[in-house]
């Protein structure tokens, strides 16, 4: 079983990327999918989640109204779209995948049984 996010990169503040997750072993259309993201000497956080369903979709305070999580389980991927972009979102971005995960832990890291290698973002100010 392997998450795989990819799409990160560079970009200026003010900027978007769209960062994907895709699973090799796992249909992902049985999880729910949660990003999380970690900068250097920081613990890491729950950024995003979006049920198996698409019923629950939940949002960090920081990121609400800039990114949007999105998933399309016929082809086993889900996205994060990140708009207007700042230096305080500059981390590593990870993807997971969980089942049973109650409301109250969706941004635990804990909650969440697959993970994949992450992918870089860097917002330049």
């Known amino acids: 079983v392997q998450l795989q996010a990819y799409g990160g990169g560079l970009v200026q503040a003010g900027g978007s990327l769209r960062l994907s997750c895709s699973a090799s072993?796992?249909?992902?259309?049985?999880?729910?999918v949660g990003w999380f993201r970690q900068a250097p000497g920081k613990e890491r956080e729950g950024v995003s989640c979006?049920?198996?369903?698409?019923?629950?979709?939940d949002y960090a305070d920081s990121v609400k109204g800039r990114f949007t999580v999105s998933r399309d389980n016929a082809k086993n991927t889900v996205w994060l779209q990140m708009n207007n972009l700042k230096s305080e979102d500059t981390a590593v971005y990870y993807c997971s995948g969980g089942n049973g995960i109650i409301t109250s832990q969706i941004r635990a890291p804990s909650a969440y049984d697959y993970w994949g290698q992450g992918t870089l973002v860097t917002v330049s100010s």
């Open positions: 979006i049920s198996k369903s698409t019923s629950t979709i």
């Open positions: 072993g796992l249909p992902l259309n049985n999880y729910a």
